[in-house]
Each structure stands twice: as structure tokens, then as C-alpha cells.
């Protein structure tokens, strides 16, 4: 049984690392999102009983996935980011290109998903879809979303992530690259940086203290208005997934956007091969919803 836990993180983890694909669309996929999130809960209720008996079942389920999550991402983000002396395809301007119009192909064909889980959408779903869409444009446009983050914004994009990653549909390496702390945390992890990791995994600690259980609740009494602004706020992300930018490299310039450039087929099949990836991962979700029910 371990090693299916470990065999989902490792999935979970994969799809973590990249921006546009949701590690909670995943474990709903394999059929344990509701024991992640009734786990975790039973892990933060435990200052409060104090009871070691009911933590046994739930750390032999997080344990071995969380493993596997950050095997599975140590693993993967090496692609498009990789350690200093051999930067991956994503610091690359013949690469990252494709890689951007990838992601980007990634996150429009997941707006469905959040959107689609609305039960009735109506005009406050859009008002607040577009409300959250142009709140995420003004934020993407401010001058420390376009440099390289202070420490303390890595406390900020860690309890972001972390909450995102608990999400289906919403992705947290997408909210990462919006914050322009994508490369940044990946790099750390892979050129071992303990100062930037501690920061980032210090606000993952206080998003699952604070920001989760706020979360539970309004994802059980204000599901379809949380749902229309996450619809919104990853319409307003497309933004910093642009394929074409003066740099590539934050620690070089400022992702500035630019015109298309000529390579415009290949980016559009790239962004094509991102939107199939979701396609089939939408089916299979329902497929496992449908079995379920």
C-alpha cells in the first residue's frame, strides 16, 4: 500500500511542476483527494485532541506521498529549469518559447475546469470571474511582480502555492510563475539554496496552519463564487505565460512581453500539445467521478 502512496505523489508531483497542471486534479484522478484532504485535516486538528492513535493512518498516507511529490518534482522541474551551471529549457530563449507556449495552451484549456464545476453560472459568476481576471492583470503589471522576489515574497508564494496545489484545476507552479518565483524555488531546490527553501516552505507551513482551513470553508459555503474568481484569476495568468519576451531569465532583466514573433506555428502547436494534455486529463477525471457516483 506504501508504494501506491508513493506512486501517487509521485504523479501529484510531477504534475505540480508544471505550471498549468493541478496536482489536486491528479489525486482526484487516482481516487484520493478526499483522504489528502481529510488527512491533512486530521494532522492540524492534532495539537487540539492530542490524540497520537488517529495521526498513525493519516501519516502512513501523507508520508509516502509527500515523498513521492518531491522526488517526482525535484525530478521533473530539472527540464525546464535545471540546477545553475546547466540551465533548463525554460532559461533558454530558443526553448522557452515553446515551453511558455505550452503552459499557456496548458492553463486555457483548464479554464473549463474550475468554471464547469460551477452548478448554475450566472452574471455575479461572471462579474466576479472578470473582477478576479483584471485584479490578477493590475497585480501581474506592478514592478516587483517582474523581478527577482525578496525572501520575504517567497513566505507569500509558498502559503499561494501550497493552497493552490490543494485545489483541482488550479495549478501551483502556474501561481509561482505569475509571482516570477517559478524558476526562482525550483532553482533553489536543485542548487540545494537551504536560505529560499526555508522561506517558501515556511509559508506552505503557515497556508496549512491558516489558509486551508479558510479555504475548506468556503469551498463548502461559497463554492461556485470561489470557483468563479479562480476561473478569473487564471484567465488573468495567461498574461505572464506570453510566450514572447525581451529575457528569459529574471536574474538577466525583466520578462517584459514583446510582439509574436515568427515562430508563431511552432508555439501554437506547442500550445495545442499543452491544451490535449488537459483534454485527457479532464476525461479521465470524470471517468474516475462517474465511478465513483
Given at each position: 500500500?506504501?508504494?501506491q502512496h508513493l506512486g501517487a505523489g509521485l504523479l501529484m508531483g510531477s504534475a505540480d511542476a508544471v505550471p498549468g497542471i493541478s496536482g489536486g486534479t491528479v489525486a482526484l484522478v487516482i481516487g484520493i483527494y478526499q483522504r489528502l484532504i481529510g488527512s491533512i485535516a486530521i494532522v492540524l486538528n492534532y495539537p487540539?485532541?492530542?490524540?497520537?492513535?488517529?495521526?498513525?493512518?493519516?501519516?502512513?498516507?501523507l508520508l509516502p506521498l509527500g515523498f513521492g511529490i518531491v522526488a517526482?518534482?525535484?525530478?521533473?522541474?530539472r527540464l525546464p529549469v535545471g540546477p545553475a551551471e546547466a540551465p533548463g529549457l525554460l532559461l533558454q530563449p530558443e526553448s522557452a518559447v515553446l515551453c511558455y507556449g505550452f503552459f499557456s495552451g496548458l492553463v486555457v484549456a483548464s479554464l473549463r475546469e474550475p468554471w464547469h464545476r460551477i452548478s448554475a453560472p450566472n452574471r455575479e459568476h461572471s462579474v466576479l470571474a472578470m473582477t478576479g481576471a483584471?485584479?490578477?492583470l493590475i497585480l501581474l503589471d506592478l514592478p516587483f511582480m517582474k523581478s527577482v522576489p525578496a525572501d520575504w515574497m517567497l513566505l507569500v508564494g509558498g502559503?499561494?502555492?501550497?493552497?493552490?496545489?490543494?485545489?483541482?484545476?488550479?495549478?501551483?507552479?502556474?501561481?509561482?510563475?505569475?509571482?516570477?518565483?517559478?524558476?526562482?524555488?525550483a532553482g533553489a531546490v536543485?542548487?540545494?539554496?537551504?536560505?529560499?527553501?526555508?522561506?517558501?516552505?515556511?509559508?506552505?507551513?503557515?497556508?496549512?496552519?491558516t489558509v486551508v482551513p479558510v479555504l475548506r470553508r468556503l469551498l463548502t459555503e461559497q463554492l461556485d463564487r470561489t470557483l468563479a474568481v479562480l476561473t478569473g484569476?487564471?484567465?488573468?495568468?495567461?498574461?505572464?505565460?506570453?510566450?514572447?519576451?525581451?529575457?528569459?531569465?529574471?536574474r538577466t532583466g525583466d520578462l517584459s512581453p514583446l510582439g509574436a514573433g515568427t515562430?508563431?506555428?511552432?508555439?501554437?502547436?506547442?500550445?495545442?500539445?499543452g491544451a490535449l494534455v488537459i483534454v485527457v486529463l479532464e476525461r479521465l477525471t470524470r471517468r474516475e467521478t462517474n465511478r465513483s457516483t
Amino acid at each position: 500500500v506504501r508504494i501506491q502512496h508513493l506512486g501517487a505523489g509521485l504523479l501529484m508531483g510531477s504534475a505540480d511542476a508544471v505550471p498549468g497542471i493541478s496536482g489536486g486534479t491528479v489525486a482526484l484522478v487516482i481516487g484520493i483527494y478526499q483522504r489528502l484532504i481529510g488527512s491533512i485535516a486530521i494532522v492540524l486538528n492534532y495539537p487540539r485532541e492530542r490524540d497520537f492513535e488517529k495521526l498513525r493512518e493519516p501519516l502512513t498516507f501523507l508520508l509516502p506521498l509527500g515523498f513521492g511529490i518531491v522526488a517526482a518534482y525535484w525530478l521533473v522541474s530539472r527540464l525546464p529549469v535545471g540546477p545553475a551551471e546547466a540551465p533548463g529549457l525554460l532559461l533558454q530563449p530558443e526553448s522557452a518559447v515553446l515551453c511558455y507556449g505550452f503552459f499557456s495552451g496548458l492553463v486555457v484549456a483548464s479554464l473549463r475546469e474550475p468554471w464547469h464545476r460551477i452548478s448554475a453560472p450566472n452574471r455575479e459568476h461572471s462579474v466576479l470571474a472578470m473582477t478576479g481576471a483584471a485584479v490578477t492583470l493590475i497585480l501581474l503589471d506592478l514592478p516587483f511582480m517582474k523581478s527577482v522576489p525578496a525572501d520575504w515574497m517567497l513566505l507569500v508564494g509558498g502559503a499561494l502555492a501550497l493552497t493552490a496545489m490543494l485545489l483541482p484545476g488550479i495549478s501551483g507552479a502556474l501561481v509561482l510563475m505569475m509571482l516570477g518565483q517559478y524558476a526562482v524555488v525550483a532553482g533553489a531546490v536543485h542548487d540545494l539554496r537551504l536560505v529560499p527553501l526555508l522561506w517558501f516552505c515556511s509559508g506552505g507551513l503557515v497556508a496549512a496552519l491558516t489558509v486551508v482551513p479558510v479555504l475548506r470553508r468556503l469551498l463548502t459555503e461559497q463554492l461556485d463564487r470561489t470557483l468563479a474568481v479562480l476561473t478569473g484569476v487564471m484567465a488573468g495568468s495567461l498574461r505572464a505565460l506570453w510566450p514572447w519576451k525581451e529575457n528569459y531569465d529574471m536574474r538577466t532583466g525583466d520578462l517584459s512581453p514583446l510582439g509574436a514573433g515568427t515562430n508563431w506555428p511552432e508555439v501554437l502547436l506547442a500550445a495545442l500539445l499543452g491544451a490535449l494534455v488537459i483534454v485527457v486529463l479532464e476525461r479521465l477525471t470524470r471517468r474516475e467521478t462517474n465511478r465513483s457516483t
